[in-house]
Structure formats: C-alpha cells, structure tokens
Nanobody, 123 residues
Framework: QVQLVESGGGLVQAGGSLRLSCVGS????????MGWFRQAPGKEREFVAA????????DYRDSVKGRFTISRDNVEKKVSLQMNNLKPEDTAVYYC????????????????WGQGTQVTVSS
C-alpha cells in the first residue's frame, strides 16, 4: 500500500515557475514507477511526466518537454516536478501516481493516486 501526498501548487504568472512535490509512504516506494497527471476543468485527465523506479528513464508529454522536469529521491520517498516557463494552458489540478509497472503509470492505470494540488497560471 502506498499513500501519496502532493504539495507545491499555487498561483503564478505566465512565464513563472513552480515545483510540485509528492511524498509517498510505504517501504516499497523505491520500487515504484512514479508519474504526474493533470486535469483541467471540463477536460479529461492527461499524462504529464513519468519516471522509472531508479530515475534512469523519464517520459514527458510533448507540450511540456523542455519546460518540465521530473525527478525523484528514493531516500526521502519523494518525486518532484519542476515546472518552468508556465503557460495558462498548464492550469489544472496536478496528481501524483505510483505503480510497480511503468507502463501502467504512463497509461494512467496506476494503482495509487494522490489527492491533487491546484496549479493556476494567469496570463
């Protein structure tokens, strides 16, 4: 069982930066692939980024490549999402996800999800 708690959301102007964090519980955290998803009002949840259990492999949706960076610290049981050059279209609730299978994380079929943190980017 893994519990995930996100933090770091907020209101920022376009072009600004935010760093989201997701802290996990459980002894097996370091063996899980992790990911970030987002859901804007009236839209479906979409994949943002994922990272393998050892941090060696990452995936990003095209629209955030070069602006967002996912990283993890297995000692602190934390995964982070550094978001730079934010745009109004990045406004959404951001969710952290975890699963033992990286493909499940990327496909949005992860077993564990956090409650989400709101990111609002003003123009």
């Amino acid at each position: 069982q893994v519990q995930l708690v996100e933090s770091g959301g907020g209101l920022v102007q376009a072009g600004g930066s935010l760093r989201l964090s997701c802290v996990g519980s459980g002894r097996t955290f370091s063996s899980y692939a992790m990911g970030w998803f987002r859901q804007a009002p009236g839209k479906e949840r979409e994949f943002v980024a994922a990272i393998s259990w050892n941090g060696r492999s990452t995936d990003y949706r095209d629209s955030v490549k070069g602006r967002f960076t996912i990283s993890r610290d297995n000692v602190e049981k934390k995964v982070s999402l550094q978001m730079n050059n934010l745009k109004p279209e990045d406004t959404a609730v951001y969710y952290c996800a975890a699963d033992s299978r990286r493909t499940a994380v990327v496909d949005g079929r992860a077993d564990y999800w956090g409650q989400g943190t709101q990111v609002t980017v003003s123009s």
